[in-house]
């Protein structure tokens, strides 16, 4: 996605994005007439509504918010990927948007966001970072396999590069974390707690750069991914699963899926791989879940160097920034001390 990576927890309703323009938006590019409206607490990254419409059906809207043109174009395209792997390849575990009147997946509502609906899916949520059984990661594991088999058409599927959106802000936070910050109740502590975990971050930076640069040099073949396929976007239907949220899908290397689902035991990425044919990279693996935490990290230091407010969205990223950057230093990275870049100090 262009810019930082939108995975902050939006349990706090939007101050700017009514229900009434929900409403609207929903009769003017689908059709349905709303007769209940209720905002879900759940997820990241997008702010979600269950919706009654008048013959007894149930929808699940979501608006992201989208910063130019070019943002609303790629998760349109990104959501209409998920439908033609519904429909079109056949893929029964995709929960897919519902295209609007007009062909297209996300709609633009306003100056800042867009929105699309998808059927309400009967099912048992899971949460992020719930533990999965055995079983469960089989069953993943087979739902990836047959994604990863399905063809892209040209110009069809975003492109998930491996790198690092909110690299500059990961780098200018640390070369100004010798100067006040004065975004709001956690910009101090957490340019402090940056400052305590500053040399793990750097040498968390430094491995990424070298895995990336091993897996660029092997040049492994792309495929179609899910990009987050963890608990938190899993439905359980009996013994098998939906997948959902597809705002992230993209061309890229499978383990960008596999990260979720391998484990030390070997068990997944065989079943992967007579499946599939193709081997598990465990380097891959390795940056795809080294990258997930420095996303992490970069996007809670603009929200927190940004002006906000203390409330419930900002307390569950403060957690989710503090436990990210103890990962990050708690790994085996070897640090280079002169790439760590000084602190600026002079306000």
């Known amino acids: 996605m262009a810019g930082l990576p939108s995975i902050e927890p939006v349990h706090e309703r939007p101050a700017d994005f009514t229900d009434a323009e929900l409403a609207a938006a929903l009769r003017e590019h689908w059709d349905i007439a709303a007769v ?203 013994p098998d699963y939906l997948l959902i949220d597809w705002d992230t899908v993209g061309l890229a290397w499978p383990e960008r899926d596999l990260c979720w689902v391998v484990s030390d035991s070997g068990a997944e990425s065989d079943v992967y791989a007579r499946l599939t044919g193709r081997t598990v990279d465990s380097t891959a693996v390795a940056l795809y879940r080294l990258r997930w935490d420095l996303d992490d990290v970069a996007a809670f230091l603009a929200e927190f160097r940004a002006p906000h407010q203390q409330d419930q969205d900002t307390e569950v990223a403060w957690a989710g920034f503090c436990a990210a950057l103890q990962r990050l230093s708690a790994q085996p990275w070897r640090l280079d001390s002169q790439r760590l870049p000084e602190a600026v100090t002079t306000d």
């Open 36 to 238: 209940g409206l209720r905002y879900a607490k759940v997820g990241f990254g997008g702010h979600h509504w269950v919706v009654a419409d008048g013959d007894g059906g149930r929808w699940f809207a979501t608006a992201n918010q989208v910063a130019s043109d070019a943002a609303i174009a790629e998760l349109d395209t990104a959501l209409l990927t998920a439908v033609r792997l519904q429909a079109g390849a056949g893929l029964d575990f995709v929960v897919a948007p519902l295209p609007a009147a007009n062909g297209h997946a996300a709609c633009q509502v306003g100056p800042g966001y867009a929105v699309s609906l998808a059927p309400f899916a009967e099912g048992a949520p899971g949460n992020f970072g719930d533990p999965m059984t055995p079983a469960d990661r089989a069953a993943v594991t087979g739902m990836l396999a047959k994604l990863h088999a399905v063809a892209a058409g040209p110009g069809t599927v975003p492109l998930r590069a491996p790198d690092l959106p909110g690299r500059a802000v990961l780098d200018f936070s640390c070369q100004e974390r010798g100067r006040p910050w004065r975004g709001g109740p956690y910009a101090e502590p957490a340019r402090a707690y940056l400052c305590e975990h500053a040399a793990g971050l750097q040498a968390a930076l430094i491995a990424f750069d070298d895995l990336a640069a091993q897996l660029a040099a092997a040049g492994a073949d792309l495929v179609i991914t899910h990009g987050e396929p963890h608990p938190g976007n899993l439905l359980r239907r009996g």
